[in-house]
């Protein structure tokens, strides 16, 4: 496969982007202009200003990069409006969820989950953010299998969000799983950061390649066992990881 010898921009232009931001709608250029100071309308044309320190340009660096091989439709501000108004109000509904899968000891669960609570309360103003008890991944009907290429094993992120999403609280905006573990979302991938479910409000996201105890290639891991004594062993590795993260390394894992 042809590969990019130099880094190439992924860029829309200075005026499409402004456009996006903005609109080109009328009313919603109005609602723009009553909505923002100056102070913010001068952070936000941050994101079209072509000699702009901020929000910087995406660069391709080689042929097999995540935005050519997973390419996605541009969304600008109008059709993000609109279909937030299409969306149905639901008032019982006002807390995000955090269900923590085996991070309930050690350093690294603790320290995940309370600045992660603080980070989606500060995002997500108005709105509660509560943590549930954590879960043994071995009471989650989840498969697994071992990583082609650092030999640990990985949970099958759709078993995870198929208990979440039969788990669910009532009053639950949606809820998100973490855990320490490697996913897979399905045979094909290698590895992923994190799956949502769409129109269930349920996603998982997963630290284990951000902590510097994740493995090299040629690693061992889990020796062949039933799937229950598997995902015990499995359960026991992920309370064992000790590794703390930073704001950066959570929101470079949960914005997906």
Not at 66 to 80: V, Y
Not at 183 to 197: D, M
Request: net charge neutral; charged share 20%; proline share 5%.
């Amino acid at each position: 496969m042809l590969q990019c010898k130099h880094a190439q921009e992924f860029s829309f232009g200075p005026r499409a982007l402004k456009d996006a931001l903005i609109s080109t709608n009328p009313a919603l250029q109005e609602l723009y202009a009553k909505a923002f100071s100056r102070a913010e309308k001068l952070f936000l044309s941050e994101a079209y200003n072509p000699q702009r320190t901020l929000f910087c340009t995406l660069l391709i660096r080689t042929a097999f990069d995540w935005l050519l091989s997973h390419p996605d439709a541009p969304e600008d501000f109008e059709t993000f409006y609109h279909a937030m108004l299409r969306r149905k109000q639901n008032f019982y509904r006002k807390h995000i969820y955090l269900q923590p899968i085996d991070l309930i000891e050690g350093p690294a669960g603790l320290s995940l989950l309370d600045s992660l609570q603080s980070c989606v309360e500060s995002f997500f103003l108005g709105l509660r953010v509560k943590c549930l008890p954590s879960i043994p991944i071995s009471s989650i009907h989840c498969c697994y299998r071992h990583s082609r290429d650092t030999d640990r094993v990985q949970l099958h992120a759709d078993g995870i969000l198929n208990f979440l999403k039969n788990n669910k609280p009532m009053d639950a905006l949606c809820v998100l799983g973490l855990t320490l573990l490697d996913l897979y979302p399905c045979e094909t991938w290698s590895f992923t950061f994190s799956k949502f479910l769409p129109g269930q409000e349920v996603g998982v996201c997963s630290f284990a390649r951000f902590s510097g105890d994740f493995p090299q290639a040629g690693c061992s891991s889990l020796n062949p066992l039933t799937q229950k004594e598997g995902l015990c062993e499995v359960s026991k590795e992920s309370r064992d990881q000790t590794s703390l993260f930073s704001a950066q390394e959570m929101v470079q894992c949960c914005k997906v």
